[in-house]
C-alpha cells in the first residue's frame, strides 16, 4: 500500500501565509513628475485610468508637481499593474512600488 503525504496541505498553508504578508504590506503606484506631461493631462490620466475624482486627480496632480513624485493608488500588484502599463502608454512616468509598513 502506498504511503499518502501531505505536501499538498502544506503548500496551500505555505501559499496563504504569503498572501497574507503581501496583504500587510501593498503596493503603491506611484506617478512621478516630468517636464513633458501638462496638469491637464495628467489630470485626465488619473480620471480614466485610475478611477479619481476629478479633484482627487487635481489634488494628485499638485502633490506630484510639487513632491517630484506621488502614490495615486495603492493596492494589489496584480491589480495595479495594468493601471501602471495604461499610464506608461500615455506617456506619463509611473512605477508600482513596496508599500513600507511603519
Not at 502544506?10 to 501593498?26: C, G, M, Y
Not at 490620466?45 to 478611477?51: K, N, P, Y
Amino acid at each position: 500500500m502506498m504511503e499518502h503525504t501531505n505536501t499538498e496541505v502544506i503548500t496551500e498553508e505555505q501559499e496563504d501565509i504569503l498572501v497574507a504578508e503581501n496583504e500587510q504590506f501593498p503596493f503603491n503606484l506611484v506617478v512621478w513628475n516630468d517636464e513633458v506631461n501638462t496638469f491637464d493631462w495628467v489630470i485626465a490620466s488619473l480620471v480614466e485610468v485610475c478611477g479619481h475624482t476629478a479633484e482627487q486627480a487635481e489634488q494628485c496632480a499638485l502633490i506630484i508637481h510639487f513632491n517630484g513624485k506621488y502614490a495615486v493608488k495603492q493596492g494589489e500588484y496584480r491589480k495595479l499593474r495594468p493601471l501602471c502599463e495604461a499610464l506608461l502608454e500615455r506617456g506619463l512616468s509611473a512605477t508600482i512600488e513596496e508599500s513600507v509598513s511603519q
